[in-house]
């Protein structure tokens, strides 16, 4: 079975920081990936997503992630954050060419800017 | 403007109550799903749709049922409850054939 794996469950970095989460997922077919934030008490919202095409995709909020299909990679980076960035970040997977329908999600990874 | 709204909001019910949560979206998607949120687990797919009359079972569906009579709704009933259903539960609807607008959220408390 597929899974997703975000490998720091909680980052805390300083204003103006540069951000990158990773993800890494263990399929090794033809994926379509996703990036969801979720700010604190709020739904899940799209940051970006990536079916084919240029593996540098960009997303609301200054966000973007690369796609390395080597590496099974979609890591998340924004050169600078800011204390509006705090939430919980989650990188989704799906396996796109085994006609399965449902995302699988990493557990999450929780960042913390501090002013 | 579209969106999408779930109700309650939050719900706290008993062992082997029948329980019915409700998941109402106006962007015209025919495809919807059902999640649930849990620590640890990030989230997993109970059911989704992809039009009306069209239902499929997703990695944690046991216990779980949805029926899908109109566009814009999915309600999701959990037929006896049991407290491994406490967790936070979204809807989300989509233009492709996967999650990407997700509702605020059902707080469901089992005791």
């Known amino acids: 079975a597929q899974s997703v794996s975000q490998h720091n469950h909680h980052v805390i970095l300083s204003e103006a920081a540069s951000l990158e989460l990773g993800c890494n997922y263990s399929?090794?077919?033809?994926?379509?990936l996703f990036w969801y934030v979720q700010y604190p008490g709020q739904h899940l919202q799209l940051l970006l997503k990536?079916?084919?095409?240029?593996?540098l995709v960009k997303g609301i909020k200054g966000f973007e992630a690369e796609f390395i299909k080597s590496k099974f990679s979609f890591n998340l980076r924004k050169p600078s954050v800011q204390w509006s960035d705090t939430a919980e970040y989650f990188c989704?997977?799906?396996?796109?060419?085994?006609?399965?329908?449902?995302?699988?999600f990493g557990s999450g990874t929780r960042l913390q800017v501090q002013p | 403007d579209a969106e999408i709204t779930q109700s309650p909001r939050h719900k706290i019910t008993e062992t082997g109550r029948q329980v019915t949560l409700a998941c109402h979206q106006t962007?015209?998607?025919?495809?919807m799903f059902w999640y649930r949120q849990d620590l640890g687990h990030g989230l997993r797919l109970i059911h989704y749709?992809?039009?009306?009359?069209?239902?499929n079972k997703g990695e944690v569906s046991d216990g779980y049922s949805v029926s899908r009579s109109n566009t814009e709704d999915l309600p999701l009933t959990l037929e006896s409850a049991a407290s491994s259903q406490t967790s936070v539960y979204f809807c989300?609807?989509?233009?492709?054939?996967?999650?990407?607008?997700f509702g605020p959220g059902t707080r469901l408390t089992v005791l």
């Open positions: 990536y079916f084919s095409g240029d593996p």
């Open positions: 989300a609807s989509s233009e492709t054939r996967l999650a990407e607008f």
């Open positions: 989704a997977v799906n396996a796109a060419s085994t006609g399965r329908r449902a995302l699988t």
């Open positions: 962007w015209n998607h025919n495809n």
């Open positions: 399929y090794g077919g033809t994926v379509n």
């Open positions: 749709s992809y039009g009306v009359q069209d239902t």
